[in-house]
């Protein structure tokens, strides 16, 4: 088995009005919570028989940028010292373009990490101070342009659309300046209003007004368009990557891999377990005092829980592979969906090609409702189907 490694780093210069991600604005912290990490990592490993092999790193947050080089070594070294990292592994490390450092760049890359990915999220000055961003437009070229210099030739840029009040061209204009600096990978999202947050509250208060289904839609459409002229593949609902450049280590969470997970909030798999840690760093820094793991809670992944996320997460990314599928579960699903998907199919919403269930960009933005629908023809047949063979895909067609 080979495994992902994600780290939590809870810890931002500034909380962004709209984000939900467990981050602290205390930097005096970062020292302690580096310490406890370490230990965590010791903790999880300690009864190994052997070094998990891991071939994708990510080390995310939070504003891991924030880490200082010395931080950094020692986070690398426990990770070297406790895991076997493959050749070619992919090591990620996410950057803030406002707290992103020439020194520090090359210290990534002397650690290994080849691969940065940079929370834009808009060209647009007035986005920005909207989103509470502490970045200007200015230090996102700067930043990127640094990266470039330094030798990483993988880079990916998030951005966020669909924000009140935007207008088309401005999203365009983001997405334009995106494409001409050439990024391997962009991730596009959809603002979204996360319960707790001072976005949502504004929102509820009525300062804000969100846009409806049929603006978000618009703004996808433009985006699907926009960056498949550039020669970026949609190979998940909200990531688009120039051929053969996807996120390994983000296809893992999609492909149901086994990835272990440090840090407060974070959540890892692993022995067909799911596990939580406290979103919350005193809790964190206390069960490791206490030599505990800092777990919430634990999840077993039951085989009805796998097959949701199956269909899921894979119509989601990359397609739900047939053969796998019923091999896995011992269910044919082109048998027992057989009338929902020509029906899919006629609305460009699905393609079936070479034993794989794709979704359309139109397929992907009604992700969650065609999920529900196979799922509910599954649970409604008896699976009866577990024993037949797997319909050829042309018999649909
Ligand atoms: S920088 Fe990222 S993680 Fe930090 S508050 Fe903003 S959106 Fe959240």
Redesign the pocket.
């Known amino acids: 088995m080979i495994y992902g490694l994600y780290i939590h780093f809870p810890f931002?210069?500034?909380?962004?009005f709209?984000?939900?991600?467990y981050?602290l604005e205390n930097l005096s912290l970062i020292e302690i919570f580096v310490e406890s990490l370490l230990i965590e990592i010791d903790l999880q490993t300690i009864n190994l028989p052997s070094k998990p092999k891991i071939d994708t790193i990510y080390l995310g947050?939070?504003?891991p940028s924030l880490l200082t080089p010395q931080l950094m070594e020692k986070i690398f070294a426990k990770i070297y010292d406790k895991f076997e990292i493959i050749e070619n592994a992919e090591i990620t490390i996410?950057c803030?373009p406002g707290t992103t450092d020439i020194a520090y760049l090359k210290n990534y890359k002397s650690l290994g990490a080849n691969r940065i990915s940079f929370?834009v999220?808009s060209f647009i000055p007035a986005e920005l101070k909207f989103?509470?961003?502490?970045h200007s437009v200015d230090e996102v070229y700067k930043a990127y342009n640094l990266a470039r210099k330094t030798g990483f030739d993988n880079i990916s840029i998030d951005l966020i659309f669909s924000l009140p009040n935007q207008s088309f061209d401005n999203w365009k204009f983001s997405l334009a300046q995106a494409i001409s600096l050439q990024p391997n990978h962009i991730s596009a999202y959809s603002l979204i209003y996360e319960e707790n947050t001072p976005l949502f509250n504004s929102y509820k208060k009525g300062k804000i007004a969100k846009n409806n289904s049929d603006l978000d839609a618009d703004f996808y459409n433009i985006t699907t368009e926009m960056l498949g002229l550039a020669g970026f593949n949609q190979y998940e609902v909200s990531n688009y990557c120039l051929p053969g450049q996807f996120s390994r280590h983000n296809c893992k969470y999609w492909n149901s891999s086994e990835f272990f997970a440090f840090g407060p909030s974070a959540v890892g798999v692993i022995d067909d377990v799911r596990y939580k840690n406290f979103s919350s760093l005193s809790k964190y820094n206390k069960s490791i005092k206490s030599n505990l793991r800092p777990i919430e809670y634990t999840e077993q992944l039951t085989e009805e829980i796998r097959l949701f996320e199956r269909v899921f997460l894979t119509l989601r990314a990359q397609g739900l592979d047939v053969n796998t599928f019923k091999n896995e579960f011992g269910i044919d699903i082109l048998h027992i969906c057989k009338e929902l998907f020509v029906l899919f199919i006629q609305n460009n919403f699905m393609t079936i090609e070479n034993g794989f269930i794709k979704l359309t960009a139109d397929g992907y933005f009604i992700g969650d409702d065609i999920t529900l629908k196979i799922m509910d023809k599954i649970e409604n047949s008896d699976y009866s189907c577990r024993n037949a063979n797997a319909g050829d895909v042309r018999d649909i067609l």
């Open positions: 931002c210069v500034h909380k962004c709209y984000c939900d991600f981050s947050g939070g504003t996410e803030n929370g999220q989103l509470e961003r502490i």
